[in-house]
């Protein structure tokens, strides 16, 4: 089946340092992997969208510059948060698909990040 | 504006009764997806509706692309289908998905 893994589960981080987090797409191939966070106490929000040999499609309000994302393979992406702060904790979840963009998604557990 | 809109927002059910989650989209959509979170945030894809109808155990959901809604309906509710249900949309400009706000279900005794 179609699984997808996130690493870490969770992590804390200072105020004003960067973490890295990832994913992993297993029994298929991810040709699009979508970032996403929730916010405390909001629904997901969408940060960008990658698809192999495509450009990444950053969503207004998230930036590369603040949000750079790497998706060297079909079955592998990372996202660095930089230089964290209080808006940036929540729950990051990627989700990939085979199909293009129009596919259904498949979800990892999120990677849960707190800003001290 | 939100471009997906759930409801009710809240709901309390008693074991046993039957529910009707709601998702209406206010631009044009090329297919949705039904999520249960659970408790700790990482999501379970309930349904994966592009359009028409699916049903799964008790749970049935029907999608109509061109009216821009979708439903979810839960069959003789159980305690441990507790828990927030979030629609997202896919649009057919090219946009991914957008989340709706979800419905909270409380199943009590």
């Known amino acids: 089946g179609a699984l997808v893994y996130q690493y870490p589960r969770r992590t804390i981080c200072k105020s004003g340092t960067s973490m890295r987090m990832e994913c992993q797409a297993v029994?298929?191939?991810?040709?699009?992997v979508a970032w996403y966070r929730q916010s405390p106490q909001k629904t997901f929000e969408l940060i960008a969208l990658?698809?192999?040999?495509?450009?990444?499609?950053?969503e207004q309000n998230f930036t590369q510059e603040k949000f750079p994302i790497s998706h060297p393979n079909l079955s592998f992406s990372s996202m660095t948060v930089l230089n964290a702060y209080l808006e940036d904790r929540g729950l990051y979840l990627c989700?990939?698909?085979?199909?293009?963009?129009?596919?259904?998604?498949?979800f990892g557990p999120g990677t849960r990040l707190t800003v001290l | 504006g939100q471009q997906v809109q759930q409801s009710p927002t809240s709901l309390v059910l008693q074991e046993g009764e039957n529910a009707e989650l709601q998702c209406n989209f206010s631009?044009?959509?090329?297919?949705m997806q039904w999520f249960y979170q659970r408790p700790g945030g990482s999501l379970v894809s309930v349904f994966y509706?592009?359009?028409g109808t699916k049903q799964s155990g008790r749970l049935t959901s029907t999608t109509v692309i061109k009216e821009r809604r979708s439903s979810l309906h839960i069959s003789s509710s159980q305690i441990t289908d507790s828990g927030t249900y979030l629609c997202?949309?896919?649009?057919?400009?090219?946009?991914?998905?957008?989340f709706g706000t979800g419905t909270k279900l409380q199943v009590v005794p």
């Open positions: 990658s698809t192999v040999n495509s450009a990444i499609k950053y």
């Open positions: 509706n592009p359009s």
């Open positions: 997202a949309m896919e649009r057919n400009s090219g946009t991914y998905q957008r």
């Open positions: 989700g990939a698909s085979w199909g293009g963009i129009y596919a259904e998604q498949f």
């Open positions: 029994g298929f191939q991810a040709t699009s």
């Open positions: 631009t044009s959509l090329n297919s």
